[in-house]
């Protein structure tokens, strides 16, 4: 009797998790898109409104190697420790494995900074970099 009770217990709970089918991925509404996609600097809710970008650019190298240039400036009064970094996007539009690794740089108060990233191969045409807050020790 015992070992009826548990297994339709377990029938139960297997059809219960059923019950509302397979997941529905979100999309933008249309007309909408990522900053990942429109942006070539993205800042991290924690660093919002404490730096700008003044100027962003990129040039191709004669080897065919992209290198992404952004001067990024520190709005505050006191000294901002950053971490940036650069993602590389193939022709297509898709971010690639070529991702520079996390650089920490220390921005004097109100003054412009200038970050500079070159990609590791041809492949990369596009670019994103990204700015956050150095997380405290």
Request: overall charge neutral; aromatic content about 6%.
């Amino acid at each position: 009797m015992r070992m009826t009770a548990v297994a339709l217990a377990l029938i139960l709970v297997s059809v219960a998790g059923c019950g509302r089918g397979p997941y529905q991925a979100s999309t933008y509404k249309d007309g909408t898109t990522s900053l990942e996609h429109s942006e070539k600097l993205i800042l991290a809710d924690n660093i919002a409104g404490k730096v700008r970008l003044v100027d962003s650019r990129s040039i191709v190298l004669e080897d065919g190697r992209l290198e992404a240039y952004a001067e990024i400036e520190n709005k505050t009064s006191k000294n901002l420790v950053v971490q940036i970094q650069t993602q590389f996007k193939d022709a297509m539009g898709t971010l690639t494995e070529d991702e520079s690794n996390w650089q920490t740089i220390v921005m004097p108060p109100h003054s412009s900074t200038g970050y500079r990233q070159t990609s590791f191969n041809d492949k990369a045409k596009d670019y994103i970099i990204r700015v956050k807050l150095e997380k405290e020790h």
